[in-house]
Every structure is written in C-alpha cells, then in structure tokens.
C-alpha cells in the first residue's frame, strides 16, 4: 500500500469510539415507588382522605410518595388518568389551608397552575394529588376530594391502576 493509500484510508476509515460501560442496575418503571412500604419508621407520613362523601380515610404513607399513588394503592378514588405526567386534572384536590402543612407545601408550578384552570370547582387551595410529594413536614396533612372532576373514563369503566 503505498502513503496517499494508506492516508486516505486512515482518515475516511471510521474512528472506533469507545462503549460505556454496560449498566447493570435495574431502572425504576413509571409508578413503581407507589407500591413500596415504608423501610422504617422515621420514613411514615400519615395522610387523611376526605372522600366525596365526607369520609375520612387515614393512610400511612411514605417519604416521597405522592398523593396521587398513594390514593390508588389504598383505592381512594381519584383517577389520574395521565399518572402523574401532568397532563390533565383528574387527581384534583383540596389542601386544608388552616393548618400549617398549607404554607410547607412547594409553590405549584405554571404547568400545574394550567392544568387546575380544567378543573371543575376550583378553589384556592386546589392542587394536583400528583404533584403533591410527601415529606414529614407533611405529617397530618388532610386532603379533600372535589365533588366531582373532569372524568377520562369511558362508559363507566374504571380501569385498574398498575
């Protein structure tokens, strides 16, 4: 091979790159957190559901869920019908503002301020169940369901959450 030859081929040859390292840990599937207890009990935050017919559901909870799987797991009957991609209003809720876990709770976003504008009886204190994520601070936080909410299921069918 003469030298224009092999300069050529070097150069229009494709350079090796070098792979990343393969990645063996398992990723986390959207909603997965939701199922998992508590791994002690510095990690339990306790929640009160007020349903549609003023029944209160007392749930123990964990660090980082959110409001909206939490209620799915304990089959407290908010939709989400786009699980928590916060893409529509179906996990509308009423924080308590009396008490002090109103103040601690993070400013809703622009996102979320857009979605509460489709959803029916909004109040001041309406916020998104998903975008609600528990911390002990929130430790008796109480939370009302709407009397009703823009409804994404089909012929009366409620699907199952996974």
């Not at 792979?19 to 990723?27: E, I, K």
């Not at 709770?105 to 109040?123: G, I, N």
Request: hydrophobic residues 35%; aromatic residues 6%.
């Amino acid at each position: 091979m003469n030298r224009i030859t092999r300069t050529v081929l070097t150069r229009l040859a494709p350079k090796i790159v070098p792979r990343r390292p393969l990645s063996v840990s398992v990723p986390k599937l959207h909603g997965d957190f939701e199922w998992e207890d508590p791994k002690s009990p510095e990690d339990i935050v306790n929640v009160v559901y007020q349903d549609r017919d003023g029944i209160e559901h007392k749930i123990a909870g964990k660090v980082g869920d959110n409001l909206m799987f939490l209620a799915h797991r304990h089959d407290i009957d908010i939709e989400g019908a786009c699980e928590a991609a916060l893409a529509c209003c179906t996990c509308h809720v009423y924080v308590e503002t009396e008490d002090k876990h109103w103040d601690l709770l993070e400013e809703p976003t622009e996102d979320e301020e857009d979605m509460l504008d489709m959803a029916p009886y909004l109040q001041e204190n309406s916020r998104l169940g998903c975008q609600i994520t528990l911390s002990k601070d929130l430790e008796g936080l109480i939370v009302r369901l709407p009397s009703a909410t823009r409804n994404f299921w089909v012929d009366g069918a409620k699907p199952e959450h996974h």
